[in-house]
């Protein structure tokens, strides 16, 4: 009788049946959406950040260098230099010059000992991230005094600025860059080479390169300057064999343009046992927080970042993305949620106000208040699930649709933050490296300061280098969004639907059952 | 057996105070119909839900065999309603997204009767009050006399020891109120129930054996009616066969003949 009174009722007010069911079946149908949408968006960041800190990544661990501090940019070049040769007005100069980026200070290797051993921490690996800038060309005797002057006017800060240098425009002259690695070989399972990146040739680094020249390199560098595995590539003044050429899975990943060996990096910059970036991986995801804070404990003085401090630092349409889906979405969400919910109380209150003949005829032949509550209740929790039904038939309409879209985004990982400085300084030569000097000097004579004498942040070391290198300081990673359905979002929606159902049913059953019969019956006459 | 001694009902509208009864004492004899009449505003109906255990009173007693309604709890006012009470309504009262055999059934609900049993039951019980092919009509498909009967029958399928009828044919054209009356009339006489009937009709009440006035909430006996002579046959026992009811019954000595019940 219950089921049969409730299917009658339900069918005999159809449109309060309808009203409600849409109101439950709109709000289900906008939570499924934003959670799967949500959960694409974090997806997409989880891959951007992926790309850029390698997957399994929880922590970053950088040094950023302080103000002040840092050595500028250093070439030694005139005769005395070995790749310096002079003759009548002109010197031929060639320098390479290998050190941690500008405003990236390296780590003494036992902090990584040191966070290993920190309370909540699985696995941890160390990179030293340099970049070797290349001086090679003719310039004028009289022209390559100016570029000591002014190489010692910007140590010094007795020359105001590069105006004075503006009339240098002699000489025909290049000044490259490369982004070269260190990684800890037989432990790239964590760090910038787990998973974004794949070999597209040639092999990885087994524990038997620790200290051997080889080096590989991304398949970019290799294409652009012709290399191959099995050939050899310079850094420092050192022929590294190449063993792999690594190429990316994720549109737009920069990789840096040579890897070696940590111990023959340390070597070749003369920076034994430092490090520049280390990579943490959490025991759980539920100890990240507490491991961080561990680690800043130990290193007081370390940038220490956790994935969700870097998801904040990309920017572009995924970060608009992630926003939207963050603040509108959700309390559009919540706000139609509540209107539902507040929409089937208020219908089925009065439902029950409008049949009040009926229970207090149902009172009068020997209901009991229970089982009107009861009867309430079922048609409230039946509304509920079939608003449920057709908001899941909805929200997954609509996410067929933003899957099918194929929605783009562009996560941007900016050049601040120390965690993101040094990841984004790889890019920033990488992508920005090779853009040569070779014209007049003095628009570009600021570049000298890439050094940071100033102890500026990357950003402003990636202007260092040119304009050029400033726009790719922002390395932007192209994603699909794929908003995907769990198990666990569809029973939510059903789960949310029969809520306001039976908050229906529950407000609506006591307001029933608060009808005494003679009182229902007397209204009525 | 009814038996109400000093019975006050006082509603509080607004800041007015409504005595609706004033110490009422009252006898009702198992089986007897009686009639309850008197001017709107009265206090009839406010009497009949005091005796349907819908109403407790503010003071005095209310006996319904040896249970007084006045202290029942709740729960066992709801049982009582359930089981030994039938009502019937001058509006009908009928549920109307059910059809006539479900709204039956729903009498039979709170008794936990088996499904089977209970559309059996509801179906015997719309078939003796003439709407056996009106089953799975809804109360907009029905007349008002069809609705009346449905309301009778879910009133009586539970084989309640009394009915109490307020204003049964209050919203119905004469001719159906003689076909509502007689049929009262014959399952009075042949199901043994005590019959009290609220009515504004003198014809109707001029039926009942012992007519009541009840005016600004006090109790005047007005005497007997038209069937105070009748007494059922002693032959003729309260019975379960619901089907029955419909069937007239052989008058017999010193009786006068039921009438039998007409399908509308």
Known sequence: MLLTYVRRELRGRLRQTVIVAVGLALAVALILAVTAASSGVRDAQSNVLGAIYGVGTDITVTQASQAGQGSGQQFQFAGETPGSTSSNSTTTVSSDNLRVPPGTEAIKDTAVTAISRTSGVAGVTATLMLRQTSFSGQVAGQNLQDLRELYRARRGGSVSGPSGFTGFGGGNFNISNLTVEGVQPGAEALGPLSGAEILSGGRGFTTADAKANVALVSKTYADTNKLAVGGTVTVKGTAMKIVGLLDVTTSGTSLSDVYLPLGVAQILAGLSGQVTNVYVKATSSSSVDSAAAAIRKELPSATVNTQSDLASGISGSLSSASSLVKNLGTWLSIGVLIAAFVLAILFTISGVTRRTRDFGTLKAIGWSNGRIVRQVGTESMFQGLIGGVVGLGIGLLGIVWINSSHIKLAGSTASSGAGGAAAAARRTFANGGGGGYGGPFGGVANGFGGGNPDGAAASRAGGGVGGAARRAANSTVDVVLHAPVHWTVILLGIALALLGGLLAGVFGGWRASRLRPAAALRSLD | ?264
């Open chain 2, 1 to 264: 057996m009814y038996k109400l001694t000093g019975v006050i009902k006082t509603y509080a509208n607004g800041k007015k105070r409504v005595d609706a009864l004033q110490g009422v004492d009252l006898t009702i004899e198992d089986g007897q119909l009686v009639a309850i009449q008197g001017p709107t505003g009265g206090g009839k109906s406010t009497l009949l839900q005091m005796l349907g255990a819908l109403d407790r009173p503010t003071a005095g007693e209310v006996l319904l065999g040896e249970e007084n309604l006045a202290k029942a709890s709740a729960a066992k006012l709801t049982k009582l309603r359930a089981s030994e009470i039938g009502i019937v309504f001058q509006g009908f009262n009928l549920i109307s997204t059910l059809t006539a055999q479900e709204n039956v059934e729903a009498a039979l609900v709170p008794l936990a009767v088996g499904k089977a049993e209970r559309r059996a039951r509801a179906a015997a019980a719309l078939a003796s009050v003439g709407l056996g092919d009106r089953l799975g009509h809804r109360p907009a498909e029905l007349s008002g006399g069809q609705q009346q009967r449905v309301a009778i029958a879910r009133a009586l399928v539970k084989n309640p020891k009394v009915l109490l009828a307020d204003e049964p044919t209050g919203n119905l054209d004469e001719e159906t109120r003689d076909e509502i009356v007689a049929l009262l009339e014959g399952l009075w006489r042949d199901q043994g129930l005590t019959l009290v009937v609220v009515t504004h009709d003198s014809h109707v009440a001029g039926r009942a054996e012992r007519r009541i006035q009840l005016t600004r909430g006090k109790l005047r006996d007005a005497g007997p009616g038209k069937n105070a002579a009748i007494r059922r046959p002693a032959e003729v026992k309260p019975t379960d066969e619901l089907a029955t009811w419909a069937k007239p019954v052989e008058a017999t000595a010193g009786t006068r003949a039921a009438t039998p019940t007409t399908p509308a």
